[in-house]
Nanobody
Framework: QVQLVESGGGLVQSGGSLRLSCTAS????????MGWCRQADGKERELVAA???????NYGDSAKGRFAISRDNAKKTAYLQMNSLKPDDTAVYYC????????????WGQGTQVTVSS
């Protein structure tokens, strides 16, 4: 069973930076895509960024060139570097693994709160 644990959230001022980490336990396949989604109060969950084991990335519009996702396959860890943070970035950020090998399954972490003050 895959389990995901996020860390690195907190309270920052507008314009600041945070680096989120997501560490997986269990078996991770090379075909698994790791990513980050976020959900603000009263809003729909949205994609922030995703990355394959080979380093191919995909960013949601919310990233706006300010965020960068990376991945350490040996450590089974994904990172989200967030720069130039804005109050609109305030949300719970969830780590996700999308597995498509012989299945169609999403795994989710518990989430980490990011709050950006104005």
């Amino acid at each position: 069973q895959v389990q995901l644990v996020e860390s690195g959230g907190g309270l920052v001022q507008s314009g600041g930076s945070l680096r989120l980490s997501c560490t997986a336990s269990g078996i991770i396949f090379n075909s698994d895509v790791m990513g980050w989604c976020r959900q603000a109060d009263g809003k729909e969950r949205e994609l922030v960024a995703a990355i394959t084991s080979g380093g191919i990335t995909n960013y949601g519009d919310s990233a706006k060139g300010r965020f960068a996702i990376s991945r350490d396959n040996a450590k089974k860890t994904a990172y989200l570097q967030m720069n130039s943070l804005k109050p609109d970035d305030t949300a719970v950020y969830y780590c996700n693994i999308r597995r498509t090998y012989l299945t169609s399954t999403d795994y989710w972490g518990q989430g980490t709160q990011v709050t950006v003050s104005s």
